[in-house]
C-alpha cells in the first residue's frame, strides 16, 4: 500500500483564496478593512521571516498589516504598552505577539496581555479554556490546520483512534481538545511514554508534534491510518553543507503503510498561516458584531 498524499498546500491555498472574499465582504459590510497586528521583539532571523511572510500573506487576502518591530532591548513595561495600544485600537481586529520573546521579557505575562477576542494565536488561557469546554474562542493555528486536514480526508472523526504525540501548549494539548471534541478516542504521548510504538499502532490518526527528525517508524503505524505529521526539522542534506527539512515521522516507511500522510514540507507548515488568516478574519467579524456562518470557514 501506499498512502494518499494529503495536499497542505494546497488545501492553504483555497483557505487563502475563502478568506479573501470573506474578507472583501467583511470590508463592504464594516466600512473597513479587517486588521491583522503582528508585533516583533529583536532580530531573531526565522522570525524575521516568519513576520515578513505572514505581512505579505494578510495584504494578500485583502486585510490591514500592521507590523510593529521593537529592538531587542524592548523593556517588557514598553512592550506591555504597545499591546494595551492594539488592544485599544479599533482598527486592529487580531494581535500576534511573535515567539520566542527575548530572555528579560516574561512570554505568559504578554500573552495575558492581549484581549482574548483579539488573540488570533489563541495563546491566552481564557482561549484555552474556551477551548477545553466547548466555548467559541481562537484556537492555536497549527492544530487547526492539522483538524481541517484530517476533516478534508476523513469527513467525520467521530469514534476514531487518535494518538498525538507531544504535549506542547501550542500544539499537542490543543490538537487533543480538538479531537476530543470531535468524538475521537484521545491518548496524548509525551517524552515519558513507555511502549510508544504500541501505542501508536492502536492509532487510526496518529498526529506527531515531537521536534524529533523522523522519530515515528513506518512499523509503529497501524495499516490504512491517517498520519499528520507537524514536526519541522532541519537535518544534514545530501551534499556537504547543505540541509533539508525532514518531519517527526519517518516519510518512506510510513507512506508504505499509512493510508494518507501529509508531506514534510507541504503538509502542515502552509496551512498554520491560512488558518492565522481565518482567525483574524473570524475577530474582525466578531469585533465587528456582524455574523459569520460557524462554517462559513
Ligand atoms: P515542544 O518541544 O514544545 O514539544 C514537544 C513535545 O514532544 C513535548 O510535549 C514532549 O513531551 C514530546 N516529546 C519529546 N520527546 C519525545 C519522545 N522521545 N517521545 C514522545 N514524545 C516526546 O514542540 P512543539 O512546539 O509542540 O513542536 C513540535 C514540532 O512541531 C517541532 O518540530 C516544531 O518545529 C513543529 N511545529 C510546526 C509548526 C508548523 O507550522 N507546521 C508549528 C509549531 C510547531
Redesign the pocket.
Known amino acids: 500500500m501506499t498512502a494518499a498524499v494529503i495536499d497542505g498546500k494546497a488545501f492553504a491555498a483555497t483557505l487563502r483564496t475563502r478568506v479573501g472574499e470573506l474578507a472583501a465582504e467583511f470590508e463592504a459590510k464594516a466600512g473597513r478593512k479587517a486588521g491583522l497586528a503582528v508585533v516583533l521583539v529583536g532580530e531573531d532571523p526565522a522570525s524575521q521571516v516568519y513576520v515578513r511572510s505572514k505581512g505579505k500573506s494578510t495584504l494578500e487576502a485583502g486585510m490591514n498589516s500592521f507590523e510593529h518591530k521593537l529592538p531587542a532591548d524592548t523593556s517588557e513595561a514598553d512592550l506591555l504598552a504597545m499591546v494595551y495600544a492594539l488592544n485599544a485600537d479599533p482598527a486592529v481586529d487580531g494581535i500576534l505577539v511573535q515567539l520566542p520573546l527575548p530572555r528579560h521579557i516574561d512570554e505568559q505575562k504578554v500573552i495575558a496581555a492581549i484581549n482574548p477576542d483579539k488573540d488570533v494565536d489563541g495563546f491566552h488561557v481564557t482561549n484555552a479554556g474556551r477551548l477545553a469546554v466547548g466555548q467559541p474562542g481562537f484556537v492555536p493555528?497549527?492544530p487547526l490546520?492539522c483538524l481541517m486536514l484530517l476533516q478534508d480526508r476523513l469527513g467525520d472523526l467521530s469514534g476514531l483512534n487518535a494518538v498525538v504525540?507531544?504535549?506542547?501548549n501550542?500544539?499537542?494539548k490543543p490538537m487533543a481538545q480538538l479531537l476530543i471534541a470531535q468524538s475521537c478516542t484521545v491518548t496524548v504521548?509525551?517524552?515519558?511514554?513507555q511502549d510508544?510504538a504500541d501505542v501508536v499502532r492502536r492509532a487510526d490518526i496518529v498526529v506527531a508534534?515531537?521536534?524529533?527528525p523522523e522519530?515515528v517508524k513506518g512499523d509503529w503505524i497501524k495499516p490504512g491510518a491517517t498520519v499528520i505529521d507537524?514536526?519541522?526539522?532541519r537535518v544534514p542534506g545530501a551534499a556537504e553543507g547543505k540541509t533539508r527539512l525532514v518531519g517527526?515521522v519517518d516519510y518512506a516507511s510510513a507512506a508504505a503503510v499509512a493510508g494518507a500522510i501529509t508531506p514534510v514540507p507541504g503538509g502542515?507548515?502552509p496551512?498554520?498561516i491560512a488558518v492565522l488568516l481565518r482567525n483574524a478574519l473570524v475577530a474582525a467579524y466578531r469585533n465587528a458584531g456582524l455574523d459569520l456562518a460557524a462554517d462559513a470557514v
Do not use: K
Open positions: 493555528c497549527t490546520g504525540i507531544g504535549r506542547s501550542i500544539v499537542g504521548a509525551h517524552s515519558r511514554t510508544l508534534a515531537v521536534g524529533r522519530m507537524v514536526g519541522i526539522n517527526d502542515v507548515g496551512m498554520t
